[in-house]
């Protein structure tokens, strides 16, 4: 593995840890992009990469990400990711778990862990048993906590209402056509609520059994995984893995709209301008997908107070993201700077970078 200092997507990182346990088998990364504005928060991902310098690229982008994301919510949270390196059967033991939990604890409340792809609910709370510097944790009826998946989905749900009235001009979804890529958590719940508002979907995951149990509930269509890009449709939402805006990606947009989840969805920094050029707005990810972070900090730090997270209050914190895109879009109309480049600058100016 190349040093992480030299790779192109280092970025002043504070903290960059390669963390080894013999005994369990765990190999992870934890990445702290910035503690400026309070302890780096970000997921943990458990994923299995071809090369180690693909992981390491990863956690890079994907904390740095945090950072900007944390700070565009307006949370007291600064920016961090893990990603644990899974052999290709994806072995995961309670030794490995609890060794991370180890690493975490070994930080001293610099960085803040929970779910992120592959990593469970039920994992997290054999984290919580080595550190309390974990959040996404059971909750009780009426506070906030547990799976902040259906946090995710709703606030890129909202956006993409968002991007539809900003750019076509509709306040409603009916038959607006939604081409949705990924059907787990975050891409399954944006799909359920945009059929509830009589939205015509397009489905696809890499797992089609689950993506046409989706459609058959939904009453939606389904391409192959392979084909998702290239629906013609008003919206295309990305929620699966990251880095597929890029040339080629970009080429095959059908859509005017490009809206979800999926982190670092622009491969390269010039990707974000070459989808302007092509007339498509695209909402970025770490404003639009923030609806999981958020419950997470709203959980963790009033859990550092000895009391239960206010849902009331992550419900009216998601509830800004629209408010929050648009301000974007209206910046990038009025100064013909890509919405991505307008939020960067946004977020770098929050963190003091």
């Not at 997290?124 to 959040?135: D, F, L």
């Not at 089609?208 to 629906?231: C, F, K, S, Y």
């Amino acid at each position: 593995m190349p040093a992480f200092w030299t790779e192109a997507d280092f970025d002043d990182h504070e903290r960059v840890e390669l963390v080894r346990d013999r005994a369990s088998g765990l190999t992870a990364i934890i990445a702290l992009h910035s503690t400026h504005l309070g302890p780096a928060a970000g997921g943990t991902r458990f994923w299995h990469y071809p090369d180690p310098a693909v992981a390491m690229r990863d956690a890079l982008r994907l904390s740095r990400g945090m950072s900007y994301k944390n700070a565009m919510a307006g949370l007291p949270m600064g920016g961090g990711k893990a990603v644990i390196l899974a052999d290709a059967a994806r072995t995961k033991t309670p030794e490995m778990i609890a060794a991370f939990g180890d690493a975490v604890e070994a930080l001293g409340g610099r960085y803040v862990t929970a779910e992120d792809v592959g990593i469970s609910e039920a994992d997290m709370v054999a984290v919580s048993r080595r550190t309390a510097h974990v959040s996404g944790l059971p909750s009780a009826d009426g506070a906030a906590g547990g799976d902040p998946g259906p946090f995710t989905a709703k606030g890129i749900y909202l956006g993409i209402k968002a991007a539809v009235a900003h750019k076509l001009g509709r306040d409603d979804m009916a038959g607006v056509h939604v081409a949705v890529q990924g059907t787990g958590s975050v891409g399954g719940g944006v799909a359920r609520l945009l059929a509830k508002d009589g939205a015509r979907l397009t489905l696809a995951d890499v797992h089609h059994d689950r993506a046409a149990a989706l459609a058959a509930e939904l009453g939606a269509a389904q391409v192959p995984a392979e084909e998702i890009m290239g629906v013609a449709c008003d919206v295309f939402s990305p929620n699966a893995l990251g880095a597929i805006l890029d040339d080629e990606g970009i080429a095959r947009i059908d859509a005017p709209i490009v809206a979800g989840g999926a982190n670092n969805q622009l491969a390269r920094p010039e990707h974000g301008a070459m989808l302007a050029a092509r007339g498509i707005l695209y909402a970025p990810d770490y404003v639009i997908n923030a609806g999981g972070i958020i419950s997470v900090a709203v959980e963790h730090l009033a859990r550092g107070q000895g009391r239960h997270g206010d849902l009331d209050d992550v419900r009216r914190r998601i509830a800004q993201i629209p408010e929050r895109l648009d301000t974007i879009w209206r910046e990038s109309d009025a100064s013909g700077t890509p919405p991505d480049v307008v939020a960067d600058r946004m977020a770098q100016s929050l963190i003091g970078r």
